[in-house]
Antibody, heavy 118, light 108 residues
Framework: QVQLVQSGAEVKKPGASVMVSCKAS????????LHWVRQAPGQGLEWMGI????????TYAQNFQGRVTMTRDTSTSTVYMELSSLRSEDSAVYYC???????????WGQGTLVTVSS | SSELTQDPAVSVALGQTVRITCQGD??????ANWYQQKPGQAPVLVIY???NRPSGIPDRFSGSSSGNTASLTITGAQAEDEADYYC???????????FGGGTKLTVL
């Protein structure tokens, strides 16, 4: 079965960077794009960007341009999301999620809580 | 506009029918997808495209669209349907750039 297993919770100081990993299994890793979506406490969902695991190409949401980097490792079927220059407003649960077809997300990771606090 | 607008909260009596709506200009060109999220859990896709249900989603969930408004209808709401519901829509590149603000559904 399809599984997206994310790395554990992180606590970071303002100005630092965080990297969250997402290991995919149960399907052909390079056949489906993967998204990153975040959710601040008590808030809605916010799309951050997408990566093509096959070629590594990325598209980032305008709100995160210059601060986010998405990469992948095909040897381990893992994608990574690094967010830099963290501020308190970046405290959120970060999800990786599989794109079934043209923006339809069919599987989600369990989420990774990132807390930014001095 | 690049926004999707949802009512913050909706309630329905057990066993009755409820419609959750999502408005936005992008919906004139693209279908909405709907996700259910229960507290402490990741979202779950319940409706996508014109009116498609993933495997395992009960047929009491259905979707429709007219003009700039998409709707998620639950016919015969159950207690387990109490959750937050989010719509989203893609852009011309196929990216789900926009999510609605979410609707909290309470089943009375």
């Amino acid at each position: 079965q399809v599984q997206l297993v994310q790395s554990g919770a992180e606590v970071k100081k303002p100005g630092a960077s965080v990297m969250v990993s997402c290991k995919a299994s149960g399907y052909t890793f390079t056949s489906y794009f993967l998204h990153w979506v975040r959710q601040a406490p008590g808030q809605g969902l916010e799309w951050m960007g997408i990566i093509n695991p096959s070629g590594g190409s990325t598209t980032y949401a305008q709100n995160f341009q210059g601060r986010v980097t998405m990469t992948r490792d095909t040897s381990t079927s893992t994608v990574y999301m690094e967010l830099s220059s963290l501020r308190s407003e970046d405290s959120a649960v970060y999800y990786c999620a599989r794109d079934m077809v043209r923006g339809v997300i069919d599987y989600w990771g369990q989420g990774t809580l990132v807390t930014v606090s001095s | 506009s690049s926004e999707l607008t949802q009512d913050p909260a909706v309630s329905v009596a057990l066993g009755q029918t409820v419609r959750i709506t999502c408005q936005g200009d992008s919906l004139r060109s693209y279908y909405a997808n709907w996700y259910q999220q229960k507290p402490g859990q990741a979202p779950v896709l319940v409706i996508y495209g014109r009116n498609n249900r993933p495997s395992g989603i009960p047929d009491r969930f259905s979707g429709s669209s007219s003009g700039n408004t998409a709707s998620l209808t639950i016919t015969g709401a159950q207690a387990e349907d109490e959750a937050d519901y989010y719509c989203n829509s893609r852009d011309s590149s196929g990216n789900p750039r926009m999510f609605g603000g979410g609707t909290k559904l309470t089943v009375l």
